[in-house]
């Protein structure tokens, strides 16, 4: 991990953040993405610049405009002098029932969580190849066990599934692309989610009968990225074993 160049985008907040503070303490430099969350970015590199001066930059950007995604790409380069890991983390999340679902819903969803990770990829491409570096996707067990409501969410991380398989054909022998599904790890932000009876329906189909931490989606890309150089074209569940939980 020692002095890789790292994107991550949706790298602010919540698992985003935890990724970056977990590969930063292992020697990373990162790209952190963000898009409306300046202020989590400022405070999140402020923090991780004061244990190792210069190693962590900012980019803003709307992964809906796809035409801004290669300077994205371009801007990571002419900052670090290369790229070695691409991680698509950031997502949009909002219920989509069918009959209420509209095409504005279905270009913010798609748009955050498939287009842009596709097109980002596409765009540093190049770069990986020229370090064999690798793709990590942040997906979701709902690819596997469809959350209510969420039709569009769903389909969209299914083909995230979909496609990092694809990338890895595409884009060996020199770079591996794998993905990380979560499961319970985070609540939502919106006030649908803050129902405790209903979280505890949903800790009670874990196996582990436990929320996960941010820290263990990071650890799983940590293992990705630097213990995992046979790996490629797979999507590892961290979910305390609620996908396999009839």
């Known amino acids: 991990m020692q002095e890789k ?26 790209i952190v993405h963000y898009r409306t969350s300046l202020n989590e970015a400022k405070i999140l590199q402020d923090e991780l610049n004061r244990e190792r001066a210069n190693s962590v930059a900012l980019i803003q950007g709307d992964l809906l405009d796809t035409g801004l995604l290669p300077d994205m790409i371009t801007k990571t380069v002419d900052r670090f002098g290369q790229l070695d890991v691409l991680i698509n983390n950031a997502s949009s999340f909002f219920p989509t029932p069918l009959q209420q679902c509209g095409l ?18 596409q765009a540093a491409a190049p770069y990986l190849k020229k370090r064999f570096g690798c793709i990590v996707n942040i997906v979701d067990i709902h690819t596997e066990r469809p ?6 969410y769903n389909a969209a991380k299914g083909g995230l599934l ?12 020199e770079v591996r692309v794998n993905g990380v599904s979560p499961g319970a790890i985070l609540w939502p932000e919106d006030e649908a989610w803050s129902d405790e009876t209903a979280r505890q329906q ?3 189909t874990t196996l582990l009968k436990r929320c996960g931490e941010p820290d263990d989606i990071a650890r799983t890309v940590q293992f990705l990225i630097a213990d995992a150089p046979y790996i490629t074209g797979q999507i590892i569940a961290v979910d305390g074993g609620r996908s396999i939980h009839l």
């Open 5 to 30: 160049v790292i994107l991550v985008t949706g790298g602010a907040k919540r698992v985003g953040a935890a990724i970056c503070r977990r590969l930063h303490a292992q020697g990373a430099r990162l």
């Open 104 to 121: 504005e819903d279905w270009e913010d969803l798609i748009g955050s969580n498939l287009r842009a990770p596709l097109f980002l990829s």
């Open 162 to 173: 979909s496609l990092t398989k694809s990338l890895a054909v595409e884009m060996a022998p």
């Open 202 to 204: 949903i800790i009670a």
């Open 147 to 152: 959350l209510k409501n969420h039709i569009i």
